[in-house]
């Protein structure tokens, strides 16, 4: 199992642009699926996006979409979630996951929680009006 350390976050204004990154560890990373996910006190733990193992499949939540971009560099073992355009309601504590994959699962990445079973600590992205 891959261990997840994520950072990046940070507190900016509405409109800017931040970069999270997601470094594993283990050389399996590379046939690990890739997700983060979000989550705001009181609240549950929402997708916001998600990639394949190879990167050549990803999903993103609505109201991302088109504002948010995820990669990786399995040669780096690292994820990315670019977040350009931001709006206070992303405000939120944000996690990097992963879930590794068989060639059974097809090419679009899960976006159920459920399917992540490696889980880093979160990283807090704060957005001021």
């Known amino acids: 199992q891959v261990q997840l350390v994520e950072s990046g976050g940070g507190w900016v204004q509405a409109g800017a642009s931040l970069r999270l990154s997601c470094a594993a560890s283990?050389?399996?990373?590379?046939?690990?699926?890739s997700g983060w996910f979000r989550q705001v006190p009181g609240k549950e733990r929402e997708f916001v996006a998600a990639?394949?193992?190879?990167?050549?499949?990803?999903v993103y939540a609505d109201s991302v979409q088109g504002r948010f971009t995820i990669s990786r560099d399995n040669a780096k073992n690292t994820a990315y979630l670019q977040m350009n355009s931001l709006k206070p309601e992303d405000t939120a504590a944000y996690s990097c996951a992963a879930y590794p994959t068989s060639p059974f699962d097809g090419g679009s990445p899960d976006r159920r929680i459920s399917r992540y079973d490696a889980w880093g600590q979160g990283t807090q992205v704060t957005v001021s009006p």
């Open positions: 283990g050389r399996t990373f590379r046939s690990y699926a």
């Open positions: 990639i394949s193992a190879g990167g050549g499949y990803t």
